[in-house]
């Protein structure tokens, strides 16, 4: 098993006032030639945006883009005609394909919203576009590795046009979960939402990294304080 180690502290940070953002990968302004992508996964950002701002009306294109809210609620908009509202405990994916236009708001006037924002290359281009959310059910996260992004429709979970895997666990302290990877060849980016986790020797406290290769399995210890911990399986090749 390899693995490599991205503190918390060692992403890139941007404060524009409005938004205050760290990116894992580079990033707009943040460019670091080691950490550009980890196979197919090319985006981790974590975002908090203030009362009542946002991102105006942007392309894209040709990704599979999305958004899991940590706190708060976060107003989306698209040129595929959908409004909608995400919230903590709500994943949201929309596959850009051929291109689509959106704009992401904080819909709060009181408070930030905080969210991840993940970029995952497509198995395939130039697909139609396409948007999907749903709630999570948090109890099914609880000592176990539950599935909230796959590559098929199957109950629980977004689906992407990737052969890639989201799964989230929420463990007590000195609980011990096996991850089984979903097919050989893959590798797997844990990011650390909440508590601290120890795997393969590594102590990961609140947003560090771990990207994981070359390995069926492993295990993840969760630390004192319990852990929530995000885990992306993706291809490691891309195109």
Do not use: C
């Not at 390899?2 to 006032?17: E, F, I, L, Q």
């Not at 938004?19 to 992508?37: I, K």
């Not at 977004?158 to 890639?164: I, K, N, P, T, Y």
């Amino acid at each position: 098993m390899k693995t490599v180690y991205h503190p918390a502290a060692s992403r890139g940070h941007a404060n524009h006032g409005w938004l205050n953002t760290h990116h894992t990968f580079s990033f707009a302004s943040y460019y670091d030639p080691q950490r550009m992508q980890f196979g197919a996964l090319r985006v981790l950002n974590d975002d908090e945006v203030v009362a009542g701002r946002g991102f105006g009306s942007h392309p894209h294109d040709n990704m599979e883009i999305i958004s899991l809210p940590l706190e708060g609620d976060l107003e989306h908009r698209d040129s595929m005609g959908n409004t909608t509202v995400i919230r903590e405990g709500d994943i949201q994916v929309m596959s850009a394909g051929t291109g689509v236009v959106h704009s992401e708001k904080n819909k709060n006037l009181d408070r930030a919203v905080k969210f991840l924002q993940i970029w995952v290359f497509p198995k395939e281009r130039g697909v139609e576009p396409r948007y999907d959310q749903i709630h999570l059910d948090a109890g099914a996260e609880r000592g176990r590795w539950q599935v909230v992004a796959a590559p098929e429709p199957r109950d629980g979970a977004v689906w992407l046009h990737q052969d890639a895997y989201f799964s989230i666990t929420r463990a007590e302290r000195g609980q011990a979960l096996d991850y089984p990877l979903h097919q050989s060849g893959h590798g797997v980016y844990l990011f650390v939402l909440e508590g601290s986790a120890e795997v393969d020797g590594h102590s990961l406290g609140r947003r560090d990294g771990l990207g994981i290769t070359e390995t069926e399995t492993f295990r993840l210890v969760a630390g004192a304080e319990g852990a929530r911990v995000l885990a992306m399986e993706v291809p490691m090749t891309v195109g």
